[in-house]
């Protein structure tokens, strides 16, 4: 491969200019085996959040971060493959009861998820927050697995997409994970490593996501259903809200526990009308369903024998977690004190806004403020109140579980701010806000 100069080429985007495919794939395969220090790669990543990337550069981004290590080959496999992916939210463990509820119905998932990346929750995290449970699988354990459960979850190891792993890891510590082209490369490059079959991606739109508003989440949508044509995969993207966070439950284990409850046919109302809007549209593209009713009746049929539930326990036992957990979540761990934050007044919830939830995650030590930081499983924020409930002052808005007095306060400093209370309630706002396909 040429060598090229990464001030002239990190200059020539700063200032707008184009990369062509064999430079784009240079910077590419340069990070990923050290050759460019996290220095050059930060400055080259800031000059695509200001200046975006180009159709081919998009193209040739995403080619050479697939290609950055081994891709799947599951064309052996009997099932359909199909999987599904979130853009991030805050509270967003759709991932973990969906995979397994899906699989359970016949539909081989596949799954390669991320980490917490700025704000948000990463379903790597949240997974990793049962004890022994490993994301790490090599590609010949996760072909095996996937014949036999029809689902793993598991993040991009050494061989899988390097790339994304490395880069992910450096935009999250860089202030340079807002940008369509990134986002659009990441996701696309894990999945089309995958060999799926097809792809529902879960678009989320509103303050606790990377897209603010449901234009530039059907920009993201329409590039990435772009790019999954250009390689034959079928790829149908919804977008959700993320105004406030989905669910009750924002933390590693907490997830964990609020996803055991959907597979359990409980949840709150949102988290679980999202994990079956996505599930439907899965057995839909496997063939499993011929039409959203019946795909309803089957996903209701494995909730209610526990079919699901079934399938998460042998995913858990299969990548060397301790299975009991779902049959108790206090085997997860759990933080030493509590806190409760109470409502100063009475009224309706106008706003529980999710990204200063996930902030205040972060600093509460859920999530990482830099790159090598480790995070605390066991630390979360239950919410009590969301949009449109009523609240009593002095009752809690929310349950703050901590392990470290700074980081509480730190968290503390800014929860307060995520509610707004009315007089009134304020009229509703859709969850689900559109789809492209
Ligand atoms: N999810 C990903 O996998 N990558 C991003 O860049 C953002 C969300």
Same mark, same amino acid.
């Given at each position: ?33 050290? #050759? ?29 971060? &697939? ?17 599904? +992916?979130s853009t991030g939210g805050v509270g967003d463990? $759709? ?22 990346l700025g704000h948000t929750g990463?379903? %790597? *995290? #949240? ?8 994301? *790490? ?5 996760? $072909? ?8 793993? %979850? ?12 490395? /880069?992910? =890891? ?5 202030a340079?994970v807002p940008? /369509?082209?990134?986002i ?5 490059? #894990? #999945? ?6 097809? &792809?529902?991606?879960d678009v989320k739109v509103g303050s606790g996501a990377f897209m603010k508003t449901k234009e530039d989440a059907?920009?993201l ?8 044509? !250009? ?8 977008l959700t809200d993320m105004s406030q966070p989905l669910g009750?439950?924002v ?10 409850? $959907? ?7 949102d988290?679980? =009308? ?10 839909? &593209? ?9 795909? !309803? ?11 699901? &539930? ?26 030493? +004190?509590? +806190?409760?934050? %109470?409502?100063? !007044?009475?009224?309706?919830v106008a706003e529980c806004d999710a990204l200063t939830v996930g902030r205040a995650a972060v600093?509460?030590?859920?999530g ?13 924020i239950?919410i +009590?109140?969301k949009r449109g ?18 980081? %509480? ?5 800014l929860l307060a701010g995520a509610w707004e ?5 304020r009229?509703?706002r859709p969850l689900?806000l559109?789809?492209?396909?």
């Amino acid at each position: 491969m040429t060598d090229y100069s990464m001030p002239e080429l990190i200059a020539r985007k700063r200032d707008g200019g184009e990369l062509n495919a064999d430079e784009v794939a240079w910077i590419v395969t340069g990070y990923t085996t050290g #050759k460019i220090p996290d220095y050059q790669m930060s400055a080259f990543l800031m000059a695509v959040v200001c200046r975006g990337m180009s159709e081919p550069e998009l193209a040739a981004w995403t080619e050479a971060m &697939l290609h950055s290590g081994e891709v799947l080959e599951l064309s052996a496999m009997t099932k359909a493959k199909v999987d599904k +992916h979130s853009t991030g939210g805050v509270g967003d463990k $759709v991932s973990i009861p969906l995979a397994p509820l899906v699989a359970s119905c016949g539909v081989a998932v596949p799954m390669m998820s991320g980490r917490g990346l700025g704000h948000t929750g990463g379903t %790597l *995290d #949240k997974l990793e927050s049962i004890p022994g449970f490993r994301t *790490d699988i090599s590609p010949e354990r996760f $072909v095996a697995q996937l014949e036999e459960v029809g689902v793993v %979850l598991a993040g991009q190891s050494e061989t899988l997409v390097p790339a994304d792993r490395a /880069i992910y =890891a450096l935009r999250d510590a860089t202030a340079t994970v807002p940008s /369509i082209p990134l986002i659009v490369s990441s996701i696309m490059s #894990k #999945k089309l490593a995958e060999d799926l079959d097809a &792809l529902v991606l879960d678009v989320k739109v509103g303050s606790g996501a990377f897209m603010k508003t449901k234009e530039d989440a059907e920009t993201l949508a329409r590039m990435m259903v772009a790019i999954g044509a !250009r390689h034959g995969t079928t790829v149908v993207a919804h977008l959700t809200d993320m105004s406030q966070p989905l669910g009750r439950e924002v933390g590693n284990a907490n997830e964990i526990r609020e996803s055991l409850e $959907v597979l359990r046919g409980e949840g709150p109302e949102d988290l679980v =009308a999202v994990v079956l809007l996505l599930a439907e549209e899965m057995l839909m &593209l496997g063939g499993v369903a011929p039409t959203r009713d019946a795909a !309803r009746n089957r996903l209701e049929v494995a909730l209610s024998a526990g079919e699901g &539930l079934e399938t998460f326990r042998r995913v858990i036992a299969e990548q060397g977690g301790n299975p009991d957990v779902v049959d108790d979540p206090a085997l997860l761990p759990s933080p030493e +004190h509590l +806190h409760e934050l %109470l409502a100063p !007044r009475s009224g309706f919830v106008a706003e529980c806004d999710a990204l200063t939830v996930g902030r205040a995650a972060v600093r509460l030590g859920a999530g990482r403020a830099r790159k090598d930081d480790a995070i605390d499983p066991a630390v979360g924020i239950t919410i +009590h109140a969301k949009r449109g409930e009523p609240v009593t002052a002095g009752r809690p808005l929310a349950t703050v579980g901590w392990n470290d007095r700074e980081q %509480l306060d730190a968290c503390l400093e800014l929860l307060a701010g995520a509610w707004e209370i009315a007089d009134e309630p304020r009229p509703e706002r859709p969850l689900v806000l559109g789809e492209v396909r």
